[in-house]
């Protein structure tokens, strides 16, 4: 997904319950001193990464409306033993950000703004957070041709058509907006770690886990599709004149 293992151990023990879909910090390119937002935060994980990468001097806020995981990421936050810069969380229950207009350096999500259910309104006020000279990266899902007729998810239907990315960021104001399609694949075969079997390594419970929508008999469908010609994950990046 893009973390290097550095970032990985930042995660600390909430890693394996990552809930994005790709790394933003690569194209984010977050510096020391700098103040963050993570929109659609979650439990913290790529907070705490920005957290280290903008260091003491740095601040990063995270967002979501999940308050349950705002409290987890707060707490997690208070109790963790390494050093960084001032983080903390908040939650919103509306299409709005709670901070000031033009108090962020960059904005990063990953795996939200695929649920955001008015685009245009969510890069609006990526826009409004960042001051001028800021820059987003946003990973986020998309379908690659409109979802034909019949029963998908309501994630798969809230998914943006990839082409329509680049325009809606664009009207939003944004300059040097592109999108990187590096590494699309929403469903891939992990190697094994030497040493250890495939079977043994993955239980029939994590495999069932990653499945779509397992359990779900109106879904069931899902399971004979071939989702990398339907969908797939991209990160978009741009910059704020």
Known sequence: LGYTPEQVACAGADAPNFQGVASPHTLAA??????VVDLGSGLGVDSFIAAAAVGE??????VDIAASEVRHATAERASAASTGASASSSAT???????????ADAVISNGAFCLAPNKPKAFAEVWRVLRPGGRFAIATSVVLRPLEEGKWPLCMRMFS?????????????FARVAIDTSDMAMAFELEAPEGEAPESWA????KQRNQVHVGSAEFSHLQELDMNSICGRVVISGVKP
């Open 161 to 173: 058509e990839l082409s329509s990315l680049q325009p809606i960021a664009t009207k939003a104001g």
């Open 93 to 103: 229950s509306s299409g709005f950000v709670p901070l000031p207009a033009a108090s």
């Open 203 to 206: 239980s029939s419970a994590s």
């Open 57 to 62: 001097a740095g601040r990063v806020t995270g």
């Open 30 to 35: 977050l510096q020391p001193g700098e103040a």
